[in-house]
């Protein structure tokens, strides 16, 4: 748990209240609850010897999505990521 706590950089609480130690905790939940969802879809697809969930995140913020009114756009998406999506079963980019 010590690693996952520097991993989400929560090592400093300036907390003064019970609300916001319960927003803290709640928000380390989810964080939690959010990597070990990840990790499971890397674990499912057999890629735990490549693949981390810090990595996943990073290559997926390769990608940006830009809006202007009500049109929507996404950035190119590498190939390397498109592979990476496809193998964990995430349809997140549309079919080009």
Request: proline share 3%; aromatic share 10%.
């Amino acid at each position: 748990m010590l690693v996952f706590k520097s991993l989400i950089q929560a090592d400093k609480l300036y907390l003064r209240d019970a609300t916001a130690v319960f927003g803290h905790v709640f928000v380390g939940f989810l964080c939690l609850y959010l990597y070990c969802k990840i990790l499971n879809r890397i674990k499912k697809a057999g890629m735990t010897a490549h693949l981390s969930p810090h990595g996943l995140l990073l290559k997926l913020s390769k990608v940006y999505a830009v809006r202007s009114g009500e049109e929507r756009a996404i950035t190119e998406v590498p190939k390397q990521v498109r592979k990476i999506a496809e193998r964990l079963e995430l349809n997140i980019f549309p079919n080009i």
